[in-house]
């Protein structure tokens, strides 16, 4: 048995839709997953009828916790669908793939707020420095008030 899926919706892609259909895919003899478009995901599924139409039901009632799914369409498929153990590997190359590119994205963000960190504390300093001869000058200022208070009324 044969099952094409469309998974449709708001937000149906990059929440982890594949890796959350492969964890149903425990009996299936064949898996494969698209995207489509901004907003679907097509799902191929082959295997006994028991097992296809258990995995259905799965899909069917159960998503992603980030997935935002409007509709779903279940017909028959004619053509070939990928073995679970290809589209496994082909999936988890996929992830590593996003894993190295994100990783590289983070670095050039890490960097860059290295800087501004950089940035930061040398304004800090600068403001201390600021606020140090700011406050020298006034304790100076009070000093000599208090002086001038204390001879006024006999303290001195």
Same mark, same amino acid.
């Given at each position: 048995m044969? @099952? ?6 708001s ?6 839709? @594949? ?6 895919a ?7 997953a698209?995207?489509v ?27 992603p916790p ?6 779903i @369409? ?15 590997d082909?999936?988890s190359?996929?992830q ?8 590289v994205?983070?670095?050039?963000d890490i960097?860059?707020?290295?800087l ?16 140090k ?7 100076s200022?009070?000093?000599l ?6 001879? @006024?009324i006999?303290?001195?």
């Open positions: 044969r @099952k094409k899926v469309t998974t449709s919706g937000r149906v892609q990059d929440v982890g839709y @594949k890796l959350f259909l492969l964890s149903r425990n009996r299936l003899a064949g898996l494969s698209s995207n478009g901004e907003h679907a995901v097509e799902v191929l599924a082959e295997g006994d009828s028991s097992e296809v139409n258990a995995f259905l039901k799965s899909v069917e009632t159960e998503w980030a997935a935002r799914v409007s509709s @369409k279940v017909e028959d498929y004619v053509g070939k669908v990928t073995q679970v153990a290809e589209f496994r082909t999936l190359l996929e590593l793939v996003k894993i190295a590119e994100t990783g994205e983070m670095n050039g960097k860059e707020m290295l501004k960190q950089d940035e930061s504390r040398d304004e800090l300093r600068g403001l201390r420095t600021d606020i001869s700011w406050m020298d000058s006034r304790f200022r009070l000093e008030d208090v002086k001038l208070i204390k001879e @006024k006999g303290l001195a």
